[in-house]
Structure formats: C-alpha cells, structure tokens
C-alpha cells in the first residue's frame, strides 16, 4: 500500500511559478514509477509527467516540455513537480500516481495504482 499526499498548489498569475510536492507513506515508495496528471473543469484527466523509480528517466506531455520538470528524492519519499512559465491552460486539479516499474515510463492513467487527492492549481491571466 502506499498513500500518496500532494500540496504546493494555489493562485498564480500567468508567468509565474510553482513547485507541487507528493509526499508518500509506504517503504517501497522508491520501487514505484511516479507521475503527475492534472484534470482542468470539463475535460479529461491528462497526463503531465513522469519518472522512473531511480529517476533514471522521464517524460512529459508535450505542452509542458521546457516549462514543468519532474524530479524525485527517494530519501525522503517525495516526487516533485517544478512549474514555471505558468499559463492560464495550465489551470486544473493536479494528481500525483504512483504505478509499477518500466523503463519508460507509462502515460495513460490506468497504469498506475495510486492516487493522490489532489492539489488545485489556478494561474490568472
């Protein structure tokens, strides 16, 4: 089992920046691939990034790419979500998930087990 807690979100004006943590409770965090996904009002859960469980590699959806990075501390079973450049677009509920180990990591949600509740994320123009 591993229970999984986002915090870092808030209100930001666009071009700003954020950094979203996910805290995990669990021994065996660091043999997880962990990534983030975000779901803004009246669209789909959409995938954002992801990180192998040695933080080895990582991927990240297209409109994100040299704004948002994805990192890990393995130590202290959290992985992070740095954010900058923020758009309006970028507004959404971001969930961190927590899924078994592959080399490149998965994208669609269903591929992982665990789930966070949740951190608003809100960027005014």
């Known amino acids: 089992q591993l229970q999984l807690v986002e915090s870092g979100g808030g209100l930001v004006q666009a071009g700003g920046s954020l950094r979203l943590s996910c805290a995990a409770a669990?021994?065996?965090?660091?043999?997880?691939?962990m990534a983030w996904f975000r779901q803004a009002p009246g669209k789909d859960r959409e995938f954002v990034a992801a990180?192998?469980?040695?933080?080895?590699?990582?991927s990240s959806t297209d409109s994100v790419k040299g704004r948002f990075t994805i990192s890990r501390d393995n130590a202290k079973n959290t992985v992070y979500l740095q954010m900058n450049s923020l758009k309006p677009e970028d507004t959404a509920v971001y969930y961190c998930?927590?899924?078994?180990?592959?080399?490149?990591?998965?994208?669609?949600?269903?591929?992982?087990?665990?789930w966070g509740q949740g951190t608003q994320v809100t960027v005014s123009s």
């Open positions: 998930a927590a899924g078994p180990y592959a080399p490149v990591p998965f994208t669609t949600g269903n591929a992982y087990n665990y």
């Open positions: 669990g021994r065996t965090f660091s043999t997880y691939n």
């Open positions: 990180i192998t469980r040695n933080g080895g590699s990582a």
